[in-house]
């Protein structure tokens, strides 16, 4: 940043809403906000079946503090719009300039983009369920997969692959495959763009991962079957990493055959 400050200078609200996800998601979703910066508000929104149940015990071990939204009618939601105004609430009273939204709940995406045109930044953390009206109405969305999903279950003899959300994988005790390796070729538009806008012809690899993010915003190199971005560009044949003096990693299109030949 030109100022010199910090990305741990941010105020980041974790908000949750509980009566959409699992008490389960509540560790991961304050992993992925305290890399923006500091978690200062800690909330969570639900009905007084909710949260006198299955949250309440995570929430005293979270320090979070409970919302309760009695419901005036049936079927009205009113912890969704405490959760709302409460948010920016919090935006413009500058108490939080980050916003991490923990649902799956597509409700939420005009709060997304609300906050967005005020300048804040937003992430959501959902489930595989989550609609893409909610992951593209945000800067970064983060999955989040139940333990239980994962753990061993009865084989069937049934093809569930249908069943299952995009990029998961569901391990059994005899069958752990890790996904393919695979090269989509966004990656090399990409690349070629934004490379293509600089004199030296390339493009730092931090650069890449935040517009890769930006356009969309639950892309992650682990569902295509690569540990890291690096990992990821070194598989094409198309590009040409290199690491710099300073020990980053840049990445340019790789000259074409007919090049070398000159």
């Not at 009206?133 to 009865?154: K, T, Y």
């Not at 915003?217 to 690569?226: D, E, K, Q, V």
């Amino acid at each position: 940043m030109a100022n010199g400050s910090a990305p741990q200078d941010c105020k980041v609200a974790v908000l949750v809403d509980c009566d959409n996800v699992s008490p389960e998601i509540v560790d991961h979703a304050l992993l992925m906000g305290a890399q923006f910066g500091r978690v200062v508000l800690r909330r969570g929104y639900g009905n007084h079946a909710t949260l006198a149940n299955r949250w309440q015990e995570v929430m005293v071990q979270q320090a979070f503090t409970p919302c309760l939204q009695y419901q005036y009618a049936a079927g009205k939601n009113t912890s969704d719009i405490a959760l709302a105004l409460d948010a920016q609430e919090a935006m413009f009273d500058g108490r939080a300039d980050t916003f991490c939204l923990v649902t799956s709940d597509s409700d939420f995406a005009y709060l997304c983009r609300k906050l967005r045109e005020r300048g804040a930044t937003v992430c959501i953390v959902g489930e595989s369920k989550t609609p893409l009206a909610l992951r593209n109405a945000c800067d970064q969305f983060f999955l989040w997969e139940s333990v239980s999903a994962a753990g061993p279950r009865e084989n069937t003899g049934l093809n569930e692959s249908a069943s299952t959300g995009p990029g998961k994988v569901e391990p059994t005790s005899n069958d752990v495959r890790p996904l393919p390796k695979r090269r989509p070729r966004f990656l090399v538009d990409a690349v070629a763009l934004l490379a293509g806008e600089t004199s030296e012809g390339k493009v730092g690899l931090g650069a890449l991962g935040q517009y890769l993010r930006r356009t969309n915003p639950s892309f992650t190199p682990n569902a295509y079957g690569h540990s890291g971005l690096l990992n990821m560009v070194k598989t094409y044949d198309l590009l040409s990493p290199q690491q710099e003096p300073g020990g980053n990693w840049s990445v340019g299109l790789a000259p074409s055959p007919a090049a070398d030949a000159k």
